[in-house]
Every structure is written in C-alpha cells, then in structure tokens.
Nanobody, 126 residues
C-alpha cells in the first residue's frame, strides 16, 4: 500500500523549533523528488519546500528560507522538515507529497503530486 505518514507536529512557542517527518511506504522513495506544503486556516495550499530524490538539491519559499531545512534519509524512506525560529504565521497543517515527474521539480501545483500524506498540525503561539 502506497502511503505517506507525517509526524512530529504540535504546539510550540514563537522562536521554537519542530522537526516534521514523513514516512514513505509502498513505493521506491529514493527515486522521487519530494515536497512539503502547508495550509493555514482559511487559506489555500502553499508550497513550502522541495528536495530532489538524491537529497542534493532543495528549494524554499521565501518566507521560510533560512529558518527551515528539508532533508531526507533514503535508507529509512523518510523525508524531514526541520523548522527553526518558528513564527505564528507558520501555523498550518503541513503535508508531504511525492512529485510525479522530476521535470516538475519544485512544482507548486497540487495535480503534479502523486501521493499525499494525511497532514500534521503545527501551531505556533505568540
């Protein structure tokens, strides 16, 4: 069964840190570029970060660059998002997704993604 399962979310104070995990199963994780998205209450889905299948390339939305780091462990079939210096505006449901084709690298379009996790809540208090 193809599956992505996020974990590691929660409530944190402004300036704090969290590490999200996205465990993959049922497909060859190491061959897929991966991304993180988020959706804040009342807002649309926002692309946050992408990482290449090898883990050597990454990209970030401007609002998180320098604070968030995406990385992966292909031996453990797991994607991560290290979030530092969190701000209240980072409060959202966070999702991981697997990109259908590498030619769509860092796509911000939902249809370009093959699998999605169920999401994990991150709440940052001021």
């Amino acid at each position: 069964q193809v599956q992505l399962v996020e974990s590691g979310g929660g409530l944190v104070e402004s300036g704090g840190s969290l590490r999200l995990s996205c465990a993959a199963s049922g497909f060859v994780f190491s061959t897929y570029d991966m991304s993180w998205f988020r959706q804040a209450p009342g807002k649309g889905l926002e692309w946050v970060s992408s990482i290449t299948s090898s883990g050597y390339g990454d990209a970030y939305v401007d609002s998180v660059a320098g604070r968030f780091t995406v990385f992966r462990d292909n031996d453990k079939d797991t994607l991560y998002l290290q979030m530092n210096n969190l701000k209240p505006e980072d409060t959202a449901m966070y999702y991981c997704g697997s990109l259908r084709h590498s030619s769509q690298w860092a796509s911000k379009r939902r249809p370009d993604y093959e699998q999605w996790g169920q999401g994990i809540q991150v709440t940052v208090s001021s």
